[in-house]
């Protein structure tokens, strides 16, 4: 089989077919700043610092995809809130912007075309898309209504306000359901191809399969509705086999699997409705040597990529800041090497 594009090879995947190899989504952000020897506040300062860097990762490690994803505190900044950098990780977001339940009745969504740090978002896309047309997948990000609101005002207050205040719950619930439809379909307008919904909230790992039920589901089944474009459903690390009945009813066509759970389980509990991305171990992999690396490669491999239908990934949708090249490396050349179809490996290598 002649090599494909990476743009190709993904939607041969997702269509439940193989193509010439498995595709390999490295989900770098802060390493792009890292390729441009800039620090990381200074590298996502301009969207042109991001397209550089997401061209040189993608030249370096030939992996499918371009990522989009700046930091997950860039939402809590356009609503207003703080954003702390720091020197080797992601920027977070600071002091909550919400004090006290009683705040969200003032609470108005921004405009997503035109507020500064999700319009640089945008023309990053927008930049990418002119340098790679329809060849190489582009992933926008959104965070889902229901995951937003532990940076809009901490974990606890959160969990008080889920549990015991459900007008404010509701009220908060309808704003970041506005805003995300818009903000994902102005990225996918900008040029995504598909959408990330980050859903950390929703995974059993947080809430009880009845709270799901409730709340982030029938969120995330409006939310798939009304963005205008493929969405794969990430839970951030966070388990999904136990809601994946559910999970498969969102309308999702990608669910990011964590290290957790069992690729070949979990791939069979989406068979024909959904494929999977993961599972390599984000946090682990800093410790890796290139041997390791191959070794986890290969096993995902084995258990996941027979059939199509399967994206491999590091599990939480950002590789860390202090995973070093000669890893990334290996993981990219394992994949070459393992992840050739026809696959060579039994499910139990």
Same mark, same amino acid.
């Given at each position: 089989?002649?090599?494909?594009?990476?743009?190709?090879?993904?939607?041969?995947?997702?269509?439940?077919?193989?193509?010439?190899?498995?595709?390999?989504? $490295?989900? $770098?952000?802060?390493?792009?700043?890292?390729?441009? !020897?800039? %620090?990381?506040?200074?590298?996502?300062?301009?969207?042109?610092?991001?397209?550089?860097?997401?061209?040189?990762?993608?030249?370096?490690?030939?992996?499918?995809?371009?990522?989009?994803?700046?930091?997950?505190?860039?939402?809590? =900044?356009?609503?207003?809130?703080?954003?702390?950098?720091?020197?080797?990780?992601?920027?977070?977001?600071?002091?909550?912007?919400? !004090?006290?339940? *009683?705040?969200?009745?003032?609470?108005?969504?921004?405009?997503?075309?035109?507020?500064?740090? $999700?319009?640089?978002?945008?023309?990053?896309?927008?930049?990418?898309?002119?340098?790679?047309?329809?060849?190489?997948?582009?992933? %926008?990000?959104?965070?889902?209504?229901?995951? &937003?609101?532990?940076?809009?005002?901490?974990?606890?207050?959160? &969990?008080?306000?889920?549990?015991?205040?459900?007008?404010?719950?509701?009220?908060?619930?309808? $704003?970041? =359901?506005?805003?995300?439809?818009?903000?994902?379909?102005?990225?996918?307008?900008?040029?995504?191809?598909?959408?990330?919904?980050?859903?950390?909230?929703?995974?059993?790992?947080? #809430?009880?399969?009845?709270?799901? &039920?409730?709340?982030?589901?029938?969120?995330?089944?409006?939310? &798939?509705?009304?963005?205008?474009?493929?969405?794969?459903?990430?839970?951030?690390?966070?388990?999904?086999?136990?809601?994946?009945?559910?999970?498969?009813?969102?309308?999702?066509?990608?669910?990011?699997?964590?290290? *957790?759970?069992?690729?070949? *389980?979990?791939?069979?509990?989406?068979?024909?409705?959904?494929?999977?991305? !993961?599972?390599?171990?984000?946090?682990?992999?800093?410790?890796?040597?290139?041997?390791?690396?191959?070794?986890? #490669?290969?096993?995902?491999?084995?258990?996941?990529?027979?059939?199509?239908?399967?994206?491999?990934?590091?599990?939480?949708? =950002?590789?860390?800041?202090?995973?070093?090249?000669?890893?990334?490396?290996?993981?990219?050349?394992?994949?070459?090497?393992?992840?050739?179809?026809?696959?060579?490996?039994?499910?139990?290598?």
């Amino acid at each position: 089989m002649s090599p494909m594009t990476s743009m190709q090879r993904v939607l041969t995947a997702l269509s439940h077919r193989e193509p010439d190899r498995v595709p390999l989504f $490295l989900l $770098l952000t802060m390493h792009g700043a890292k390729e441009m !020897g800039l %620090g990381i506040r200074e590298y996502f300062n301009t969207a042109r610092n991001v397209v550089e860097g997401q061209l040189r990762l993608r030249e370096k490690f030939k992996h499918d995809c371009l990522y989009t994803f700046f930091y997950a505190a860039v939402e809590v =900044e356009a609503w207003g809130g703080e954003v702390i950098y720091r020197d080797d990780g992601p920027p977070n977001s600071g002091q909550p912007l919400i !004090g006290s339940p *009683e705040r969200i009745r003032q609470l108005s969504a921004p405009d997503v075309r035109n507020t500064p740090c $999700l319009r640089k978002v945008l023309d990053a896309i927008a930049g990418l898309k002119a340098q790679v047309g329809d060849t190489v997948p582009i992933i %926008g990000v959104v965070m889902s209504p229901f995951s &937003l609101p532990v940076m809009q005002m901490g974990f606890a207050p959160y &969990l008080d306000l889920l549990h015991e205040r459900p007008l404010e719950f509701e009220r908060l619930l309808l $704003l970041n =359901e506005a805003f995300c439809v818009e903000w994902a379909n102005a990225q996918l307008d900008a040029g995504a191809t598909a959408i990330c919904y980050f859903d950390p909230m929703s995974s059993p790992t947080m #809430v009880p399969r009845t709270k799901y &039920l409730e709340t982030g589901f029938p969120c995330a089944k409006r939310m &798939l509705a009304a963005i205008k474009g493929p969405v794969a459903i990430h839970f951030a690390s966070g388990r999904c086999l136990p809601i994946a009945d559910l999970v498969s009813r969102t309308g999702a066509a990608v669910v990011g699997v964590s290290n *957790e759970e069992d690729l070949a *389980e979990t791939k069979s509990a989406f068979a024909g409705k959904a494929s999977i991305l !993961g599972n390599l171990n984000g946090l682990a992999m800093r410790g890796w040597d290139p041997a390791k690396a191959e070794r986890n #490669v290969r096993r995902a491999v084995a258990k996941a990529a027979a059939g199509g239908g399967f994206l491999l990934a590091e599990n939480h949708g =950002e590789i860390p800041f202090q995973v070093p090249d000669d890893v990334l490396h290996a993981i990219g050349e394992a994949t070459r090497k393992w992840g050739q179809y026809p696959i060579r490996l039994d499910i139990h290598d």
